[in-house]
Each structure stands twice: as structure tokens, then as C-alpha cells.
């Protein structure tokens, strides 16, 4: 393995074809695919997450999928642990450690640590997942504009983090995230990775299309599911893409039409978000043209 043991990372927007060529890689070296996907670590979300097929993972060893119920809150910082592990046990058995997902928070929190900042009291999280989205970022626009400036109005996830943070310590997460990481994977390891390189406008191709294979899938009734469970709405599990609209469609408050629409928006946003981020945070990584 040389002086430090390899881990590779395929990263890229959704839908780009990550888990593909991951399967490819893992049978051609030998590797383990370990996810880092923030929806496909969810056992109640097997479509709408596009999680491995029980054919695709009969073929390597994958880890990490599925593997927490959806009344859970995955971290960054839990599922980091979780993969250091599976590295570690990767790289006992001789095998390739391959992270496939376009998590930018996990891939960074793991590669490069976290930012020191304190827990958040359980009473400070209850309250804060008790409002609304809209609720949260007029609180977070109100409390800290700073992150509200940075942070996109549709992402109920982080500014529902940011807003506990400002709580909590009195202090931004800006403020915390701009002080040194520590206890990043990156330099203990011969980091092997690569971005999937894919045009807009193909990529839109793909999420839509996924959108449509999802719903003949039976993502409706994967929602119901889990709808029946009343879980609270704040979790990540409920926030996760596709959930709401297929939640407000059994509501009667939309139409399958508009379902379906908004999904597919939700989805472009999503993978925009995510190649914002790769350019921002890894632009030296290698690029591999998506097949």
C-alpha cells in the first residue's frame, strides 16, 4: 500500500454517475464503497435516495447505507466516525476504501476535521426543530445575518444548524468555522481522487430522469411510509429530496403534476449547490468526464 495507506473519493453532483464507476473501481481493485451520501446513510429511504440495488451490492462489499432509521439525525461528525472506522477495517483487510457521495459537509468534516463548536443543549435543538423553515431563516436572518448571508433560504437543514449554533454559544458559525479544523483525515492517507465532470444541461437530463424512475419505483408509496410514522418534520430524514412534495401531494395540498415539478427543481438546485461546492472546495481534485 506504500507509506500511507490509499483511500479514494468519487465525488460530483447527484445523478452524475458516481455510484457506476464507484462499482467499476471496487471491482477492478478490490475496494469496499463506503457512502457519503447524507440521505443514503437512511434505512426508510431506498428509492428516493437512489441507494445501491440489492444486485449492485451483492456484486462489493458497501457500507453505510441504510444503516440509521430515519428518526435519527445523522451529523457530519457521526457519520465521520462511522467511516473513519470502516476505513480503518478497509485497509486491515487489504482493500481499497472507495467514498462515494456528494456530501460536501461529510467529505470535508472527514478529509479536513471540524470546527470546534460546543454541543447544542437538546432543549435549544427541540426548539429550534419545532419551527417551521420559514420560521428558521426569518429567526437565523434575524439573530445572524452573517450566515443567513451565506446560506441558501431552501436549505431548512443548515440553517436550522446555524440558527442552534447562534443559541446556543452567542457566538455565528461563521465565527467557529473560521477557526482551524482538526482531526482531518486528509493527510494520513494517499488521497486518490476525482470529481464527475458533467455539463448543465446534461446533468438536468439526468435528475429529471431520475425523478421519473423514482416515481414509477414507488417513491409515493416509500413516502407514505414514512409519513404514516409521523416522525417530526425538522428531522433530516424529512427534509431529505423529493419528501416534501410527495408529503404535500398526500396532503392534497398539490398535484402530481406539481409534485413532481417542484421534486425535479428541488433536485437541480441540489446538484447546482453541490458543483458550487466541488469547484469551490476541491477545484484541484482531478475531473472524470461523466460516461
Known amino acids: 500500500m506504500g507509506e500511507k495507506p490509499p483511500l479514494a473519493v468519487i465525488a460530483g453532483p447527484t445523478a452524475s454517475g458516481k455510484s457506476a464507476l464507484a462499482l467499476e473501481l471496487a471491482e477492478r481493485r478490490g475496494g469496499i464503497i463506503i457512502n457519503a451520501d447524507a440521505s443514503q446513510v437512511y434505512a426508510d429511504l431506498a428509492i428516493l435516495s437512489a441507494r445501491p440495488s440489492p444486485e449492485e451490492t451483492a456484486r462489493v462489499p458497501h457500507r453505510l447505507f441504510g444503516m440509521l432509521d430515519a428518526a435519527c439525525a ?7 466516525g462511522l467511516a473513519r472506522a470502516e ?16 456530501t460536501g459537509l461529510y467529505l470535508r468534516t472527514l478529509l479536513q476535521g471540524i470546527a470546534p463548536v460546543p454541543a447544542v443543549g437538546e432543549a435549544i435543538r427541540e426548539a429550534v426543530r419545532a419551527l417551521s423553515p420559514t420560521a428558521v431563516r426569518a429567526a437565523l436572518e434575524a439573530e445572524d445575518p452573517a450566515m443567513a448571508a451565506r446560506l441558501h433560504p431552501n436549505d431548512p437543514q443548515r440553517n436550522a444548524r446555524a440558527l442552534e449554533v447562534i443559541r446556543a454559544t452567542g457566538r455565528s458559525l461563521a465565527a467557529w468555522q473560521a477557526q482551524p479544523d482538526s482531526g482531518g483525515l486528509a493527510d494520513a492517507v494517499d488521497l486518490q481522487p476525482l470529481v464527475i465532470d458533467i455539463g448543465r444541461e446534461a446533468l438536468t437530463a439526468r435528475t429529471d430522469a431520475r425523478v421519473d424512475a423514482m416515481w414509477q419505483a414507488g417513491a409515493l408509496e416509500e413516502a407514505a411510509r414514512l409519513a404514516a410514522r409521523a416522525l417530526p418534520p425538522a428531522l433530516p430524514a424529512m427534509r431529505a429530496i423529493g419528501v416534501p412534495p410527495l408529503l404535500a401531494l398526500m396532503a392534497g395540498e398539490i398535484t402530481q403534476a406539481e409534485a413532481l415539478a417542484r421534486w425535479k427543481l428541488d433536485t437541480r438546485q441540489y446538484a447546482k449547490r453541490q458543483a458550487t461546492w466541488l469547484r469551490n472546495q476541491v477545484g484541484h481534485w482531478p475531473r472524470h468526464p461523466a460516461a
Open 74 to 80: 445523522c451529523t457530519a461528525a457521526h457519520w465521520a
Open 87 to 102: 476505513i480503518r477495517h478497509a485497509h486491515a483487510q487489504g482493500r481499497l476504501p472507495i467514498l462515494v457521495g456528494g
